[in-house]
């Protein structure tokens, strides 16, 4: 892994605002379309239920996001939430090509979500969150390489 590193937010603007999970990249997964990767991951806190449709629903990947705070989580919510969320980019960016190309645009780069307040998805306040996101996408861009 190289020094480099490559910082990305909902509020990143350019090429590399497909990193982040507002960006506007619609995918197809388990039989319905989504607009974001952030409405699959808050949809899917409530699978099977009403709730699942009505975030899959929302106006805007932040009002999925409101939503999927409003509901009673799952009860493996802890358990499956990762491997969800891979589900998510990993079909992201297998059928948005555009986003896929800025993905392995980075190259070797360390990916972090400058996410400020979000220290399990992001790098956190002070910058040592455990940035899963990040981790996520560079676990994808290596496979993506392999292809």
Known sequence: M????????????????????FSEHSFVLRGKTWPTTEHYFQALKF???????TVRLAATPAEAKRLGRTFSLRPDWEEVKIGIMMDALRAKFTQNLDAKEVLLSTGDSELQE???DDAFWGIGKHGRGRNELGKLLVQL???????
């Open 2 to 21: 190289s020094s480099n590193v490559v910082k990305f937010y909902s509020h990143t603007r350019g090429p590399l605002r497909c990193l982040s999970n």
């Open 47 to 53: 699978e099977g239920s009403p709730e699942e449709e």
């Open 114 to 116: 400058d996410a400020k």
């Open 141 to 147: 861009r290596e496979e993506l390489k392999r292809e």
